[in-house]
Protein backbone atom coordinates (compact mmCIF):
# COMPACT_ATOMS: atom_id res chain seq x y z
CA UNK A 1 0.00 0.00 0.00
CA UNK A 2 1.75 3.25 -1.22
CA UNK A 3 2.18 6.23 0.80
CA UNK A 4 2.15 9.53 -0.04
CA UNK A 5 2.21 13.52 2.19
CA UNK A 6 -0.81 15.40 0.71
CA UNK A 7 -0.62 19.60 0.68
CA UNK A 8 -3.25 20.85 2.97
CA UNK A 9 -4.63 24.30 2.80
CA UNK A 10 -1.53 26.47 4.68
CA UNK A 11 1.51 23.98 2.19
CA UNK A 12 -1.01 25.23 -0.83
CA UNK A 13 -1.30 28.12 0.19
CA UNK A 14 2.86 28.42 -0.29
CA UNK A 15 4.11 28.07 3.55
CA UNK A 16 7.34 26.65 3.98
CA UNK A 17 7.19 23.04 5.01
CA UNK A 18 6.58 23.43 8.58
CA UNK A 19 9.98 22.70 11.24
CA UNK A 20 10.46 19.33 12.42
CA UNK A 21 10.49 20.25 16.12
CA UNK A 22 6.51 21.91 15.62
CA UNK A 23 5.41 18.48 14.12
CA UNK A 24 7.28 16.25 17.12
CA UNK A 25 6.06 18.31 19.35
CA UNK A 26 2.41 18.27 18.29
CA UNK A 27 2.08 14.04 17.30
CA UNK A 28 4.36 13.53 20.58
CA UNK A 29 1.73 15.80 22.77
CA UNK A 30 -1.10 13.55 21.66
CA UNK A 31 0.30 10.74 22.48
CA UNK A 32 1.87 12.27 25.71
CA UNK A 33 -1.91 12.68 27.02
CA UNK A 34 -3.67 9.59 25.46
CA UNK A 35 -1.00 7.37 27.50
CA UNK A 36 -1.45 9.45 30.02
CA UNK A 37 -4.88 8.63 30.61
CA UNK A 38 -4.59 5.11 31.18
CA UNK A 39 -3.12 5.92 34.58
CA UNK A 40 -3.66 8.82 35.67
CA UNK A 41 -7.06 8.21 37.12
CA UNK A 42 -5.97 5.17 39.21
CA UNK A 43 -4.74 7.57 42.31
CA UNK A 44 -8.01 9.39 42.15
CA UNK A 45 -10.21 6.45 42.36
CA UNK A 46 -10.55 7.01 45.95
CA UNK A 47 -11.56 10.24 45.73
CA UNK A 48 -14.12 9.67 42.97
CA UNK A 49 -15.59 6.60 45.38
CA UNK A 50 -16.40 9.00 47.62
CA UNK A 51 -17.55 12.43 45.38
CA UNK A 52 -19.93 10.19 42.86
CA UNK A 53 -20.80 7.47 45.26
CA UNK A 54 -19.52 4.98 43.50
CA UNK A 55 -19.77 1.15 43.91
CA UNK A 56 -16.43 -1.20 43.98
CA UNK A 57 -17.52 -2.14 40.49
CA UNK A 58 -18.08 1.15 39.47
CA UNK A 59 -14.53 1.65 40.59
CA UNK A 60 -13.00 -0.54 37.96
CA UNK A 61 -14.99 0.77 35.35
CA UNK A 62 -14.20 4.12 35.47
CA UNK A 63 -10.87 2.55 34.13
CA UNK A 64 -12.42 -0.08 31.98
CA UNK A 65 -14.71 1.84 30.30
CA UNK A 66 -11.46 3.39 28.89
CA UNK A 67 -9.62 0.64 28.06
CA UNK A 68 -12.40 -1.29 26.50
CA UNK A 69 -13.64 1.58 24.02
CA UNK A 70 -9.52 2.00 23.34
CA UNK A 71 -8.77 -1.83 22.59
CA UNK A 72 -11.91 -2.25 20.16
CA UNK A 73 -11.35 0.57 17.97
CA UNK A 74 -7.75 1.00 18.20
CA UNK A 75 -6.86 -0.76 14.70
CA UNK A 76 -10.98 0.84 13.39
CA UNK A 77 -8.35 4.11 13.73
CA UNK A 78 -5.48 3.14 12.26
CA UNK A 79 -7.11 1.79 9.33
CA UNK A 80 -9.72 5.06 9.17
CA UNK A 81 -6.38 7.01 9.53
CA UNK A 82 -5.14 4.96 6.24
CA UNK A 83 -8.56 6.06 4.47
CA UNK A 84 -9.31 9.79 5.61
CA UNK A 85 -5.99 11.00 6.34
CA UNK A 86 -3.63 11.01 9.45
CA UNK A 87 -4.03 14.69 10.21
CA UNK A 88 -7.83 14.83 9.78
CA UNK A 89 -8.33 11.25 12.53
CA UNK A 90 -5.75 12.84 14.36
CA UNK A 91 -7.71 16.50 15.01
CA UNK A 92 -10.94 13.95 14.81
CA UNK A 93 -9.90 11.77 17.67
CA UNK A 94 -8.31 14.85 19.97
CA UNK A 95 -11.47 16.66 19.56
CA UNK A 96 -13.47 14.22 20.60
CA UNK A 97 -10.96 13.53 23.82
CA UNK A 98 -10.99 16.93 24.99
CA UNK A 99 -14.64 16.98 24.75
CA UNK A 100 -14.86 13.90 26.65
CA UNK A 101 -12.35 14.70 28.95
CA UNK A 102 -14.24 18.37 29.78
CA UNK A 103 -17.54 15.63 30.47
CA UNK A 104 -15.87 13.75 32.90
CA UNK A 105 -14.56 16.43 34.53
CA UNK A 106 -17.72 18.66 35.57
CA UNK A 107 -19.95 14.94 35.61
CA UNK A 108 -22.26 14.86 38.62
CA UNK A 109 -23.71 10.98 38.82
CA UNK A 110 -21.25 7.96 38.22
CA UNK A 111 -22.90 6.97 35.00
CA UNK A 112 -21.81 10.69 33.29
CA UNK A 113 -18.49 9.28 34.34
CA UNK A 114 -18.10 6.00 32.84
CA UNK A 115 -19.51 7.02 29.80
CA UNK A 116 -17.01 10.45 29.56
CA UNK A 117 -14.62 7.81 29.74
CA UNK A 118 -15.53 5.26 27.21
CA UNK A 119 -15.92 8.32 24.85
CA UNK A 120 -12.36 8.96 25.88
CA UNK A 121 -11.38 5.64 24.66
CA UNK A 122 -13.10 6.24 21.70
CA UNK A 123 -11.44 9.30 20.94
CA UNK A 124 -7.11 7.98 21.93
CA UNK A 125 -8.63 4.94 19.31
CA UNK A 126 -9.02 7.03 16.62
CA UNK A 127 -6.16 9.47 17.79
CA UNK A 128 -2.97 7.18 18.41
CA UNK A 129 -2.43 5.23 15.32
CA UNK A 130 -2.02 8.04 13.17
CA UNK A 131 0.69 9.57 15.48
CA UNK A 132 3.64 7.95 14.41
CA UNK A 133 2.70 7.18 11.19
CA UNK A 134 2.44 11.47 10.88
CA UNK A 135 5.97 11.66 12.67
CA UNK A 136 7.55 9.46 9.74
CA UNK A 137 5.62 11.66 7.23
CA UNK A 138 7.58 14.79 8.30
CA UNK A 139 10.94 13.41 9.28
CA UNK A 140 13.34 11.99 6.38
CA UNK A 141 14.88 8.74 6.90
CA UNK A 142 18.32 8.01 8.55
CA UNK A 143 19.35 10.00 12.32
CA UNK A 144 17.14 12.57 12.36
CA UNK A 145 13.79 9.92 12.05
CA UNK A 146 15.46 7.75 14.71
CA UNK A 147 15.85 10.38 17.03
CA UNK A 148 12.55 11.72 16.64
CA UNK A 149 11.23 8.11 17.13
CA UNK A 150 12.93 7.70 20.27
CA UNK A 151 11.71 10.93 21.44
CA UNK A 152 8.10 9.73 20.86
CA UNK A 153 8.74 6.67 22.25
CA UNK A 154 10.22 8.39 25.12
CA UNK A 155 7.23 10.26 25.37
CA UNK A 156 4.98 7.53 25.74
CA UNK A 157 7.13 5.90 28.37
CA UNK A 158 7.11 9.21 30.47
CA UNK A 159 3.00 9.69 30.07
CA UNK A 160 2.70 6.00 31.55
CA UNK A 161 5.15 6.86 34.35
CA UNK A 162 4.18 9.89 35.13
CA UNK A 163 0.30 9.42 35.69
CA UNK A 164 0.45 8.75 39.13
CA UNK A 165 2.39 11.90 40.82
CA UNK A 166 0.18 13.75 38.03
CA UNK A 167 -3.12 12.47 39.26
CA UNK A 168 -1.73 12.55 42.84
CA UNK A 169 -0.59 16.45 42.57
CA UNK A 170 -3.88 17.10 41.08
CA UNK A 171 -6.17 15.50 43.53
CA UNK A 172 -4.47 16.66 46.40
CA UNK A 173 -3.71 20.05 45.24
CA UNK A 174 -7.37 21.02 43.22
CA UNK A 175 -9.65 18.19 43.46
CA UNK A 176 -10.12 14.41 41.20
CA UNK A 177 -11.52 16.23 38.42
CA UNK A 178 -8.57 18.02 37.64
CA UNK A 179 -7.06 15.12 36.57
CA UNK A 180 -9.43 14.98 33.74
CA UNK A 181 -10.11 18.80 33.11
CA UNK A 182 -6.12 19.17 32.87
CA UNK A 183 -6.67 18.08 29.36
CA UNK A 184 -8.77 20.44 28.03
CA UNK A 185 -6.20 23.59 28.25
CA UNK A 186 -3.47 20.92 26.91
CA UNK A 187 -5.97 19.39 24.29
CA UNK A 188 -7.11 22.91 22.68
CA UNK A 189 -3.62 23.96 22.65
CA UNK A 190 -2.31 20.75 20.98
CA UNK A 191 -5.68 21.14 17.89
CA UNK A 192 -4.73 24.74 17.02
CA UNK A 193 -0.75 23.60 16.79
CA UNK A 194 -1.77 20.69 15.14
CA UNK A 195 -4.02 22.60 12.62
CA UNK A 196 -1.44 24.28 11.91
CA UNK A 197 1.88 22.44 11.52
CA UNK A 198 0.57 18.77 10.38
CA UNK A 199 0.90 17.90 6.70
CA UNK A 200 -1.98 15.59 5.57
CA UNK A 201 -1.05 12.00 4.30
CA UNK A 202 -3.11 8.92 3.62
CA UNK A 203 -2.97 5.53 2.07
CA UNK A 204 -3.46 5.82 -1.85
CA UNK A 205 -5.01 3.01 -2.18
CA UNK A 206 -7.98 2.30 -0.09
CA UNK A 207 -9.46 -0.65 1.90
CA UNK A 208 -12.95 -0.67 3.96
CA UNK A 209 -13.88 0.29 7.26
CA UNK A 210 -14.69 -2.53 9.56
CA UNK A 211 -16.75 -0.69 11.63
CA UNK A 212 -19.49 -3.59 12.63
CA UNK A 213 -16.12 -5.57 13.15
CA UNK A 214 -14.90 -3.02 15.88
CA UNK A 215 -18.70 -2.42 16.92
CA UNK A 216 -18.77 -6.44 18.03
CA UNK A 217 -15.39 -6.64 19.62
CA UNK A 218 -16.08 -3.48 21.61
CA UNK A 219 -19.46 -4.78 22.58
CA UNK A 220 -18.59 -8.11 23.23
CA UNK A 221 -15.70 -7.23 25.67
CA UNK A 222 -17.71 -4.79 27.44
CA UNK A 223 -20.76 -7.45 28.29
CA UNK A 224 -18.13 -9.65 29.00
CA UNK A 225 -16.67 -8.25 31.26
CA UNK A 226 -20.17 -6.92 33.11
CA UNK A 227 -21.09 -10.28 33.11
CA UNK A 228 -17.73 -11.45 35.32
CA UNK A 229 -18.81 -8.25 37.56
CA UNK A 230 -22.08 -9.45 37.92
CA UNK A 231 -21.05 -13.15 38.85
CA UNK A 232 -19.68 -11.32 42.69
CA UNK A 233 -22.73 -9.28 43.04
CA UNK A 234 -25.88 -11.64 41.78
CA UNK A 235 -23.58 -15.40 41.46
CA UNK A 236 -23.25 -17.65 38.58
CA UNK A 237 -26.97 -18.74 38.44
CA UNK A 238 -28.46 -15.41 38.50
CA UNK A 239 -30.61 -14.70 34.94
CA UNK A 240 -28.56 -11.20 35.08
CA UNK A 241 -25.54 -12.92 34.69
CA UNK A 242 -26.68 -15.48 32.62
CA UNK A 243 -27.94 -13.31 30.36
CA UNK A 244 -25.16 -11.03 29.82
CA UNK A 245 -22.77 -14.41 29.47
CA UNK A 246 -24.33 -15.44 26.75
CA UNK A 247 -24.91 -11.93 24.85
CA UNK A 248 -21.03 -11.46 25.30
CA UNK A 249 -20.22 -15.44 23.34
CA UNK A 250 -22.89 -14.30 20.68
CA UNK A 251 -21.22 -11.16 20.03
CA UNK A 252 -17.76 -12.29 20.02
CA UNK A 253 -19.25 -15.23 18.02
CA UNK A 254 -20.55 -12.66 15.89
CA UNK A 255 -17.44 -10.63 15.46
CA UNK A 256 -15.60 -13.81 13.91
CA UNK A 257 -17.96 -14.61 11.45
CA UNK A 258 -18.21 -10.94 10.22
CA UNK A 259 -14.21 -11.33 10.08
CA UNK A 260 -13.90 -14.40 8.32
CA UNK A 261 -16.35 -13.03 5.78
CA UNK A 262 -14.70 -9.79 5.25
CA UNK A 263 -12.81 -8.68 1.95
CA UNK A 264 -11.40 -5.95 4.83
CA UNK A 265 -11.54 -7.46 8.09
CA UNK A 266 -10.37 -5.19 10.83
CA UNK A 267 -8.53 -8.51 12.72
CA UNK A 268 -7.25 -11.01 9.51
CA UNK A 269 -8.07 -14.79 11.39
CA UNK A 270 -5.56 -16.00 9.06
CA UNK A 271 -3.16 -14.52 10.91
CA UNK A 272 -3.36 -16.67 13.44
CA UNK A 273 -2.44 -19.87 11.86
CA UNK A 274 0.98 -18.71 12.56
CA UNK A 275 2.49 -20.17 15.50
CA UNK A 276 4.07 -17.30 17.00
CA UNK A 277 1.01 -14.69 16.46
CA UNK A 278 -1.35 -17.19 18.26
CA UNK A 279 1.43 -17.74 20.64
CA UNK A 280 2.30 -14.76 21.57
CA UNK A 281 -0.77 -13.22 21.78
CA UNK A 282 -1.92 -15.32 23.82
CA UNK A 283 0.84 -15.13 26.39
CA UNK A 284 0.21 -11.58 25.82
CA UNK A 285 -3.59 -11.70 26.70
CA UNK A 286 -3.35 -13.76 29.96
CA UNK A 287 0.19 -11.44 30.81
CA UNK A 288 -2.04 -8.05 30.35
CA UNK A 289 -4.82 -9.69 32.63
CA UNK A 290 -2.49 -9.97 35.39
CA UNK A 291 -0.66 -6.70 35.04
CA UNK A 292 -3.63 -4.18 34.88
CA UNK A 293 -4.75 -4.68 38.45
CA UNK A 294 -1.29 -3.74 39.55
CA UNK A 295 -1.86 -0.16 39.26
CA UNK A 296 -5.67 -0.13 40.79
CA UNK A 297 -5.16 -2.53 43.63
CA UNK A 298 -1.72 -1.10 44.73
CA UNK A 299 -3.58 2.68 44.55
CA UNK A 300 -6.37 1.56 46.66
CA UNK A 301 -4.55 -0.36 49.33
CA UNK A 302 -1.65 2.88 49.47
CA UNK A 303 -4.99 4.76 50.11
CA UNK A 304 -7.43 3.09 51.58
CA UNK A 305 -5.59 0.42 54.12
CA UNK A 306 -1.92 2.31 54.95
CA UNK A 307 -3.85 5.61 54.42
CA UNK A 308 -1.47 7.73 51.86
CA UNK A 309 -2.82 10.60 50.77
CA UNK A 310 -3.60 10.86 46.96
CA UNK A 311 0.07 12.79 46.49
CA UNK A 312 1.60 10.11 48.16
CA UNK A 313 0.33 6.80 46.57
CA UNK A 314 1.56 8.70 43.06
CA UNK A 315 4.47 9.40 44.45
CA UNK A 316 5.10 4.97 46.14
CA UNK A 317 4.33 4.00 43.05
CA UNK A 318 7.16 6.13 40.79
CA UNK A 319 9.79 3.40 40.95
CA UNK A 320 7.93 0.93 40.13
CA UNK A 321 7.06 2.89 36.75
CA UNK A 322 10.69 3.53 36.48
CA UNK A 323 10.83 -0.64 36.63
CA UNK A 324 8.41 -1.40 33.45
CA UNK A 325 10.83 1.28 31.87
CA UNK A 326 14.26 -0.20 32.69
CA UNK A 327 12.88 -3.93 32.36
CA UNK A 328 12.15 -3.00 28.71
CA UNK A 329 15.50 -1.29 28.27
CA UNK A 330 17.25 -4.31 29.38
CA UNK A 331 14.76 -6.76 27.37
CA UNK A 332 16.65 -6.02 23.85
CA UNK A 333 20.11 -6.34 25.68
CA UNK A 334 19.38 -9.90 26.85
CA UNK A 335 17.92 -10.75 23.75
CA UNK A 336 20.98 -10.38 21.64
CA UNK A 337 22.35 -12.78 23.92
CA UNK A 338 19.76 -15.25 24.94
CA UNK A 339 17.08 -14.76 22.58
CA UNK A 340 13.48 -13.69 22.90
CA UNK A 341 11.52 -16.74 23.97
CA UNK A 342 14.36 -17.11 27.39
CA UNK A 343 13.59 -13.22 28.07
CA UNK A 344 9.75 -13.39 27.69
CA UNK A 345 10.05 -16.98 30.17
CA UNK A 346 12.13 -14.45 32.83
CA UNK A 347 10.36 -11.29 32.50
CA UNK A 348 6.92 -13.58 33.11
CA UNK A 349 8.40 -16.02 35.95
CA UNK A 350 10.02 -12.66 37.91
CA UNK A 351 6.42 -10.68 37.59
CA UNK A 352 4.65 -14.08 38.20
CA UNK A 353 7.11 -13.69 41.83
CA UNK A 354 6.45 -10.21 42.83
CA UNK A 355 3.13 -10.99 42.35
CA UNK A 356 3.51 -13.51 44.80
CA UNK A 357 5.53 -11.32 47.03
CA UNK A 358 2.52 -8.78 46.98
CA UNK A 359 -0.11 -10.75 48.11
CA UNK A 360 1.67 -11.02 51.14
CA UNK A 361 0.94 -7.73 51.93
CA UNK A 362 -0.38 -6.72 55.60
CA UNK A 363 -3.03 -4.23 57.09
CA UNK A 364 -0.13 -2.52 58.82
CA UNK A 365 2.36 -3.18 56.21
CA UNK A 366 5.15 -0.73 55.17
CA UNK A 367 6.63 1.42 52.22
CA UNK A 368 9.65 -0.69 51.62
CA UNK A 369 8.02 -4.62 52.21
CA UNK A 370 4.81 -3.73 50.96
CA UNK A 371 4.82 -1.44 47.77
CA UNK A 372 8.28 -0.74 47.10
CA UNK A 373 9.66 -4.28 46.30
CA UNK A 374 6.99 -6.11 45.07
CA UNK A 375 6.34 -2.96 43.35
CA UNK A 376 9.82 -2.89 41.48
CA UNK A 377 9.83 -6.95 40.76
CA UNK A 378 6.45 -7.20 39.18
CA UNK A 379 7.03 -4.39 37.01
CA UNK A 380 10.42 -5.25 36.14
CA UNK A 381 9.01 -8.39 34.95
CA UNK A 382 6.33 -7.33 33.07
CA UNK A 383 8.89 -4.65 31.47
CA UNK A 384 11.17 -7.31 29.90
CA UNK A 385 8.53 -9.54 28.74
CA UNK A 386 6.56 -7.47 26.39
CA UNK A 387 9.26 -6.56 24.07
CA UNK A 388 10.31 -10.23 22.96
CA UNK A 389 6.74 -10.60 23.09
CA UNK A 390 6.10 -8.28 20.71
CA UNK A 391 9.39 -9.31 18.19
CA UNK A 392 8.27 -13.31 18.45
CA UNK A 393 4.90 -12.10 17.30
CA UNK A 394 6.14 -9.81 14.07
CA UNK A 395 9.55 -12.12 13.37
CA UNK A 396 7.46 -15.06 12.35
CA UNK A 397 4.82 -13.21 10.40
CA UNK A 398 4.67 -11.84 7.04
CA UNK A 399 6.58 -8.65 6.75
CA UNK A 400 3.95 -7.36 5.03
CA UNK A 401 1.42 -8.10 7.89
CA UNK A 402 3.89 -6.98 10.30
CA UNK A 403 2.80 -3.37 11.67
CA UNK A 404 -0.79 -5.38 11.90
CA UNK A 405 0.45 -7.92 13.86
CA UNK A 406 1.94 -5.11 16.27
CA UNK A 407 -1.25 -3.53 16.34
CA UNK A 408 -2.58 -6.66 17.58
CA UNK A 409 -0.72 -7.75 20.00
CA UNK A 410 -0.97 -4.54 22.13
CA UNK A 411 -4.63 -4.68 21.30
CA UNK A 412 -4.46 -8.29 23.04
CA UNK A 413 -2.32 -6.65 25.92
CA UNK A 414 -5.10 -4.10 26.14
CA UNK A 415 -8.27 -6.44 26.42
CA UNK A 416 -6.44 -8.68 28.52
CA UNK A 417 -6.35 -6.10 30.82
CA UNK A 418 -9.80 -5.47 30.68
CA UNK A 419 -10.63 -8.26 31.02
CA UNK A 420 -8.22 -9.01 33.82
CA UNK A 421 -9.48 -6.44 35.92
CA UNK A 422 -12.93 -7.73 35.77
CA UNK A 423 -11.86 -11.09 37.08
CA UNK A 424 -9.44 -9.69 40.09
CA UNK A 425 -12.17 -6.69 40.98
CA UNK A 426 -14.59 -9.38 41.19
CA UNK A 427 -12.04 -12.26 43.06
CA UNK A 428 -10.89 -9.61 45.56
CA UNK A 429 -15.12 -8.68 46.34
CA UNK A 430 -15.46 -12.10 47.10
CA UNK A 431 -13.25 -12.07 49.90
CA UNK A 432 -14.23 -8.73 51.35
CA UNK A 433 -17.90 -9.22 50.92
CA UNK A 434 -18.65 -5.70 51.60
CA UNK A 435 -16.45 -4.89 54.45
CA UNK A 436 -14.53 -1.55 54.66
CA UNK A 437 -12.01 -2.46 57.24
CA UNK A 438 -8.51 -2.36 56.70
CA UNK A 439 -7.82 -6.39 57.19
CA UNK A 440 -10.56 -7.14 55.07
CA UNK A 441 -9.27 -4.90 51.98
CA UNK A 442 -5.99 -6.36 52.26
CA UNK A 443 -7.68 -9.66 52.26
CA UNK A 444 -9.52 -9.16 49.33
CA UNK A 445 -6.44 -6.96 47.45
CA UNK A 446 -4.36 -9.75 48.43
CA UNK A 447 -6.05 -12.73 47.25
CA UNK A 448 -6.37 -10.62 43.75
CA UNK A 449 -2.64 -10.50 43.53
CA UNK A 450 -2.38 -14.36 44.37
CA UNK A 451 -4.77 -14.82 41.45
CA UNK A 452 -2.52 -12.90 38.99
CA UNK A 453 0.59 -15.07 40.08
CA UNK A 454 -1.41 -18.22 39.48
CA UNK A 455 -2.65 -16.16 35.80
CA UNK A 456 1.36 -15.48 35.34
CA UNK A 457 2.59 -19.12 36.15
CA UNK A 458 0.00 -19.99 33.39
CA UNK A 459 1.60 -17.61 31.23
CA UNK A 460 4.86 -18.97 31.42
CA UNK A 461 3.67 -22.59 31.20
CA UNK A 462 1.85 -21.73 28.03
CA UNK A 463 4.92 -19.98 26.76
CA UNK A 464 7.10 -22.67 27.38
CA UNK A 465 5.01 -24.65 25.68
CA UNK A 466 4.06 -23.30 22.73
CA UNK A 467 5.73 -19.86 22.14
CA UNK A 468 8.13 -21.10 19.28
CA UNK A 469 11.92 -21.34 19.38
CA UNK A 470 14.01 -19.41 17.29
CA UNK A 471 17.62 -18.99 15.85
CA UNK A 472 19.75 -15.79 14.68
CA UNK A 473 19.78 -15.22 11.22
CA UNK A 474 23.53 -14.47 9.76
CA UNK A 475 22.48 -10.82 9.00
CA UNK A 476 21.94 -8.53 11.81
CA UNK A 477 20.22 -6.04 9.29
CA UNK A 478 17.16 -6.02 8.66
CA UNK A 479 15.90 -4.56 5.38
CA UNK A 480 14.77 -1.10 5.63
CA UNK A 481 11.22 -0.13 4.46
CA UNK A 482 11.16 2.28 2.11
CA UNK A 483 9.29 5.55 3.06
CA UNK A 484 6.93 5.83 6.17
CA UNK A 485 4.65 3.31 7.21
CA UNK A 486 1.02 3.38 6.72
CA UNK A 487 -1.17 3.97 9.86
CA UNK A 488 -1.89 -0.10 9.55
CA UNK A 489 1.56 -0.73 9.76
CA UNK A 490 2.43 1.36 12.55
CA UNK A 491 -0.73 0.88 14.39
CA UNK A 492 -0.07 1.56 18.29
CA UNK A 493 3.23 0.41 18.13
CA UNK A 494 4.08 1.65 21.55
CA UNK A 495 0.38 1.96 22.98
CA UNK A 496 -1.20 3.15 26.14
CA UNK A 497 -1.04 0.55 28.69
CA UNK A 498 0.90 -0.85 31.51
CA UNK A 499 4.12 -0.20 29.29
CA UNK A 500 4.09 1.86 26.20
CA UNK A 501 8.27 1.11 25.59
CA UNK A 502 7.86 -2.63 26.01
CA UNK A 503 5.24 -3.01 22.96
CA UNK A 504 8.20 -2.35 19.99
CA UNK A 505 7.40 -5.04 17.31
CA UNK A 506 10.78 -3.16 16.00
CA UNK A 507 12.52 -3.50 19.03
CA UNK A 508 16.18 -1.25 18.61
CA UNK A 509 19.29 -3.31 19.33
CA UNK A 510 17.58 -6.36 19.01
CA UNK A 511 19.00 -9.28 16.24
CA UNK A 512 16.46 -10.11 13.87
CA UNK A 513 14.43 -13.53 14.57
CA UNK A 514 14.05 -16.57 12.82
CA UNK A 515 11.41 -19.21 14.04
CA UNK A 516 12.72 -22.85 14.54
CA UNK A 517 9.76 -25.61 14.15
Known amino acids: MADHPLPDSARAAGRRTPPTWAVLLAVCAGQFLVVLDVSVVNVALPSMREDLALSATGLQWVVNAYSIA ?13 LYGRKRMFLVGLAVFTAASLAGGVAQEGWQLLAARAVQGLGAAVLAPSTLTLLTSAVPEGPARARAIGT ?44 RWLTE ?17 TAGLAVLAYGIAETEAQGWEAPGTLVALVVAVLLILGFLLVEARSRAPLMPLKLFRVRSVSAANAVMIISGAAMMGMWFFMTL ?38 GARPVVLLGTAVAAAGFGWQSTMRADGTFLGDILGPGIVMMAGAGLAGTPLASLAVSGADPRDAGLVSGLINTSRTMGGALGLAILSTVAASATAGADAPEALTDGYALAFRTAAVMLAGAFLLG ?54
Open 464 to 517: LLWLPRERRRTSTTAPAASGPPTTDQATQEEPPGINPTAARGDTPGAAPLRQEG
Open 301 to 338: YAQNVLGYSPLLAGLALIPSSLAVVSGAKLAPVLMRSL
Open 70 to 82: FAGFMLFGGRAGD
Open 201 to 217: SRATTGRRLDLPGAVLV
Open 152 to 195: WSAVGAGGGAAGGLVGGVLTDGLSWRWVLLINVPIGIAVLAAAA
